[in-house]
């Protein structure tokens, strides 16, 4: 996505086939949305990184308001297990 201002985006993250659930509580088939901003694909499996071009939604939010300023932005979902190993990613 481009953005050609300063703008606030406002995500909300939906999800079918599996519960939602914080990080920490392992709960079958369950599991927590994370972002990758402007970041490369991670494998299923490995590990989710935490600083601000991997955001981490281990409360269990549904939705991000994000303050971005002008430029060329990738971001990709993805949904995690109980201690943010990748299971599910979107394009």
Not at 8 to 31: D, H, K, T
Not at 39 to 53: E, M
Not at 63 to 81: D, H, K, M, Q
Request: net charge positive.
């Amino acid at each position: 996505m481009e953005i050609k201002s300063k703008a606030l985006l406002r995500l909300i993250f939906e999800l079918s086939g599996m519960l939602i659930s914080p990080a920490g509580e392992y709960v079958e088939g369950s599991g927590h949305h994370h972002l990758l901003i402007n970041q490369p694909y991670i494998a299923k499996g490995l590990t989710i990184p935490a600083d601000s071009n991997h955001l981490h939604f281990g409360k269990g939010q549904k939705e991000i308001e994000l303050n971005l300023t002008s430029g060329i932005y990738t971001a990709y979902p993805s949904v995690c297990r109980w201690l943010s190993s990748l299971v599910r990613r979107r394009s």
